[in-house]
């Protein structure tokens, strides 16, 4: 099954983080890819310490907008990188039974992955792997491959009032 976690609301990653840990506490091999990020947060150490696989990074810690053409080229390398590794991950004996695409969406949008890897991957998802898509904005076709389907709505967030992200809430 594929799950989509969409929309401007916080929660899309912490919902899917919060599916690996279960799937990890259940004896389940997993992996995760982060797209865009890279920042160490709490879920991840905690992922590791469960055997999970983590692929991630960011080539600048700004966000993609801000990025010059340069970072653009080493972010989407990066990015390619880890999706690809993932792939070869899921055509192993030791395949994980939950991989989690973090912030998939942002990054197929502003094609910062290969789009046409992504489509053929999710056109033929490997027998007995769930999947995971995050982000704001996912593209049609996400819509119409998930099997769930959830969207985040952002009704109220400190973010708004000035507070700054926190270790342990935010990451």
């Not at 792939?87 to 969406?105: G, M, Y």
């Not at 704001?136 to 400190?158: G, I, L, N, Q």
Request: proline share 3%; hydrophobic share 45%.
């Amino acid at each position: 099954m594929v799950h989509l976690y969409y929309g401007g609301g916080k929660g899309k990653t912490t919902a899917a983080l919060g599916l690996a840990v279960r799937a990890a506490g259940n004896g389940w091999r997993v992996g995760v890819v982060q797209f865009l990020k890279g920042r160490r947060t709490g879920e991840l150490a905690a992922l590791e310490t469960l055997g999970a696989v983590v692929l991630r990074g960011k080539a600048v810690g700004r966000f993609v907008a801000q990025m010059t053409a340069a970072e653009r080229t080493e972010t989407r390398s990066m990015c390619d990188a880890n999706f690809a590794r993932a792939r070869e991950l899921c055509a192993t004996d030791s395949a994980p039974v939950l991989l989690v695409l973090d912030e998939i969406c942002a990054a197929y949008r502003e094609s910062l992955v290969d789009t046409a890897a992504v489509d053929a991957f999710l056109a033929a998802v490997p027998d007995g792997v769930e999947v995971v898509l995050t982000g704001r904005e996912p593209p049609e076709r996400f819509f119409a491959r998930a099997d769930y389907v959830t969207e985040m709505r952002c009704v109220r967030h400190p973010f708004d009032a000035g507070v700054a992200a926190r270790s342990g809430v935010e990451f």
